[in-house]
């Protein structure tokens, strides 16, 4: 089974960037999401990419300001994120989908440990 690990999160400055990756331990043709919980809410889709990276969906907030883009050579998935707010404070976290085409986090598996983003004010 693949695995996936989050790297690249860190403290930032409102209105600065963030590139977030995400490593396979082996090659996926599945679709990738990102998504993002920040503390008492619920997981929340932000991103998605299909497998040859032709294909990408965006939640509202994300559209815009970040850009998701695949690299299959190294099996890596990354999220460009600009314009921070601190809203965007959250825990990010990719995953496999299991069924293409769904945003919901029950249709995603697979999920990597998280990479924690904190934008300041």
């Known amino acids: 089974q693949v695995q996936l690990v989050e790297s690249g999160g860190g403290l930032v400055q409102a209105g600065g960037s963030l590139r977030l990756s995400c490593a396979a331990s082996?090659?996926?043709?599945?679709?990738i999401g990102w998504f993002r919980q920040a503390p008492g809410k619920e997981r929340e889709f932000v991103a998605s990419i299909n497998w040859s990276g032709s294909t990408t969906d965006y939640a509202d907030f994300s559209k815009g300001r970040f850009t998701i883009s695949r690299d299959n050579a190294k099996s890596t998935v990354s999220l460009q994120m600009n314009s921070l707010k601190p809203g965007d404070t959250a825990g990010y976290y990719c995953a496999i989908a299991d069924v293409p085409g769904y945003r919901g986090p029950g249709h995603f598996g697979s999920w990597g440990q998280g990479t924690q983003v904190t934008v300041s004010s």
């Open positions: 082996g090659r996926t043709f599945k679709n």
